[in-house]
């Protein structure tokens, strides 16, 4: 069983990572409940002290850290009987190889990752300048990461799908969600725009079909996002949902 907030990026990367398993795994099976981590009911400090989520319960042992959830998907996945090659989520080769899909979640969620967070909590034109240099400078790095492991994608190992890409694909789709609805006038990074193998990347990673699979819907996050932080969203962002019946940010 696994335990999720309906809007978190992090529990939606434990569904891709446990929907790319089942795909190719008839006989694995899981379930999960949705938390509401606003107001996070009694019975799951039972489950978690800490009231986080997500939480992941595996043969009666519970495993409160998203990333141990992630590297256990991936192990699920090699010990079973009858494994599948295309369902490995960490790759083959030297335990380099390995290292720099670890290098690149803990680069994106150290430093991409809470800068987005940070202009959440202190909505501000302070906070906003610091928030794009920080999307800047973290997305030209990210480019220049994807590129030293392959000239071309869609993902960071090229044609090869790892968890590198289930991590950042929930967190990026947020992002440009933020800088679409809760941003006057926008927001458009310029590393990307300026970046041919980023952009591939970027777009290989949330059209797969696993992402859009279990991607609760952009209306999910606005309104987390208004509970949580108190933000409204903009006149021009309400008017362009109506005309184009709240498109998915997985579709785009």
């Not at 079973?80 to 380099?96: E, H, R, S, V």
């Not at 994807?146 to 967190?171: C, M, N, R």
Request: glycine share 6%; charged share 25%.
């Amino acid at each position: 069983m696994a335990y999720r907030g309906g809007a978190c990026s992090k529990s939606h990367s434990i569904s891709i990572a446990f929907e790319e398993i089942g795909y190719y795994k008839d006989k694995f099976h899981y379930e999960y409940e949705v938390v509401d981590t606003i107001d996070i009911p009694s019975w799951y400090f039972q489950i978690n002290p800490d009231g986080i989520v997500p939480t992941y319960r595996f043969n009666g042992y519970i495993i409160p850290d998203w990333r141990i959830i992630l590297e256990t998907a991936h192990e699920i996945a090699i010990d079973n009987t009858g494994f599948n090659q295309k369902i490995k989520l960490m790759p083959d080769g030297t335990p380099a190889k390995r290292a720099q899909v670890r290098f690149i979640i803990k680069y994106y969620t150290s430093n991409i990752y809470p800068a987005w967070i940070n202009y959440l909590q202190n909505f501000n034109d302070e906070y906003r300048q610091k928030y794009i240099t920080a999307l800047e400078s973290g997305y030209s790095r990210l480019n220049d990461l994807l590129i030293e492991q392959a000239s071309s994608g869609p993902y960071f190992l090229g044609s090869k799908y790892t968890l590198a890409d289930v991590v950042i694909a929930p967190i990026h789709a947020r992002i440009e969600l933020t800088n679409k609805a809760f941003v006057d006038g926008g927001l458009s990074i310029h590393a990307i725009k300026k970046s041919p193998r980023l952009r591939q990347f970027l777009k290989g990673i949330t059209s797969r079909r696993s992402f859009k699979k279990t991607y609760e819907g952009d209306t999910v996050f606005v309104e987390d996002v208004k509970s949580r932080y108190g933000l409204q969203p903009t006149k021009a962002y309400i008017e362009w949902t109506k005309n184009n019946n709240f498109p998915s940010c997985a579709t785009q």
